[in-house]
């Protein structure tokens, strides 16, 4: 777990504009690379997990940037160079209560929905590690850039017991290839930097303070290609899979929440929330 020393070491003082989002948001940060580009810093100590609250608060935050006609991409990065976000708050799996659970996996799917389907240019800043959900935070990004050596990237849902969405799964079909991904998901494979970009789970790795100033120089040069063409290309290539989620939203509620609830699953989950509160 950061001490408080120890976040304020892992993060760096973030050159920022005021924040254009109100204070109950204050688990995430929306500030001006330029007129054009927003940055949107995940900060939620300690792992930037993503709870219902922290879920919903990202996709309100992706739908204002959008509102504004002014901006025409984003980045995606996280206030610790350590962990960009440690996917799902396990905790909201846990013994949950019913219509809480719905409620999480609805906004959980409203993060994917705010993203994927953006019509900004997105860059994903990945300076630390981004397991399962964090994994699908970046994954929904047009562009990744990672730091090479210690952080991991993959999706290990199935170490946990659990399995990633069809959604997820066709996301990452989608980057990876059919083989790398079976491969991956059935192991629950977690990749270095070096090995997410020989997969093609991103498209760049760097030693990390490299990363933030590559992937500013990224999105401020993916800002300047021409908007409309660049917004109906995205949804040339995501729209059908984002339309068929929109269609099956209830339906992927109920499979996720009879997985969730069912009593072998509920082990799993305790035992691995168990495994990581003792490291
Ligand atoms: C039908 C089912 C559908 C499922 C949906 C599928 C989609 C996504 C699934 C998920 O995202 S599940 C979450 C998967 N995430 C993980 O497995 C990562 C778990 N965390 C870690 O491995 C490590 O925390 C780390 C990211 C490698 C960082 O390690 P570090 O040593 O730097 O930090 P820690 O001390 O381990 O963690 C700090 C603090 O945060 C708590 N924590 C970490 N991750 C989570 C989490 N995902 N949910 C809840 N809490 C988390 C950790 O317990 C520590 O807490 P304290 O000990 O400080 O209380």
Same mark, same amino acid.
């Given at each position: 777990?950061?001490?408080?020393?120890?976040?304020?070491?892992?993060?760096?003082?973030?050159?920022?504009?005021?924040?254009?989002?109100?204070?109950? $948001?204050?688990?995430?940060?929306?500030?001006?690379?330029?007129?054009?580009?927003?940055?949107?810093?995940?900060?939620?100590?300690?792992?930037?997990?993503?709870?219902?609250?922290?879920?919903?608060?990202?996709?309100?935050?992706?739908?204002?940037?959008?509102?504004?006609?002014?901006?025409?991409?984003?980045?995606?990065?996280?206030?610790?160079?350590?962990?960009?976000?440690?996917?799902?708050?396990?905790?909201?799996?846990?013994?949950?209560?019913?219509?809480?659970?719905?409620?999480?996996?609805?906004?959980?799917?409203?993060?994917?929905?705010?993203?994927?389907?953006?019509?900004?240019?997105?860059?994903?800043?990945?300076?630390?590690?981004?397991?399962?959900?964090?994994?699908?935070?970046?994954?929904?990004?047009?562009?990744?850039?990672?730091?090479?050596?210690?952080?991991?990237?993959?999706?290990?849902?199935?170490?946990?017991?659990?399995?990633?969405?069809?959604?997820?799964?066709?996301?990452?079909?989608?980057?990876?290839?059919? $083989?790398?991904?079976?491969?991956?998901?059935?192991?629950?494979?977690?990749?270095?930097?070096?090995?997410?970009?020989?997969?093609?789970?991103?498209?760049?790795?760097?030693?990390?303070?490299?990363?933030?100033?590559?992937?500013?120089?990224?999105?401020?040069?993916?800002? $300047?290609?021409?908007?409309?063409? $660049?917004?109906?290309?995205?949804?040339?290539?995501?729209?059908?899979?984002?339309?068929?989620?929109?269609?099956?939203?209830?339906?992927?509620?109920?499979?996720?929440?009879?997985?969730?609830?069912?009593?072998?699953?509920?082990?799993?989950?305790?035992?691995?929330?168990?495994?990581?509160?003792?490291?």
């Amino acid at each position: 777990m950061f001490s408080t020393a120890a976040r304020a070491l892992a993060s760096r003082s973030l050159p920022r504009a005021p924040s254009i989002l109100p204070p109950s $948001r204050s688990m995430l940060t929306v500030s001006r690379l330029s007129p054009s580009v927003a940055e949107l810093t995940l900060d939620k100590a300690p792992a930037n997990t993503l709870s219902l609250e922290m879920a919903l608060a990202f996709s309100a935050a992706v739908s204002e940037i959008e509102a504004d006609p002014s901006v025409t991409a984003l980045l995606l990065r996280s206030s610790s160079t350590k962990i960009f976000s440690a996917g799902l708050d396990i905790s909201e799996m846990s013994g949950p209560e019913p219509a809480r659970l719905a409620d999480f996996w609805r906004a959980i799917q409203g993060t994917y929905l705010s993203l994927y389907s953006s019509r900004l240019a997105t860059v994903a800043c990945i300076e630390g590690h981004a397991p399962a959900g964090g994994c699908l935070l970046s994954l929904m990004a047009d562009y990744r850039i990672m730091t090479g050596g210690g952080p991991r990237i993959g999706l290990n849902e199935t170490a946990l017991g659990i399995a990633a969405p069809y959604w997820l799964k066709d996301m990452f079909v989608e980057t990876v290839g059919r $083989r790398n991904a079976e491969l991956a998901l059935l192991k629950g494979t977690l990749f270095t930097g070096e090995e997410a970009l020989a997969v093609g789970l991103v498209d760049e790795v760097l030693p990390l303070e490299e990363v933030y100033p590559r992937a500013k120089e990224e999105v401020l040069k993916l800002a $300047r290609i021409p908007a409309k063409g $660049r917004a109906e290309t995205k949804r040339l290539l995501r729209g059908a899979a984002v339309d068929e989620l929109l269609a099956g939203r209830e339906a992927d509620v109920a499979w996720f929440t009879e997985f969730v609830l069912e009593e072998g699953t509920q082990k799993g989950i305790k035992a691995y929330l168990d495994s990581l509160k003792k490291k």
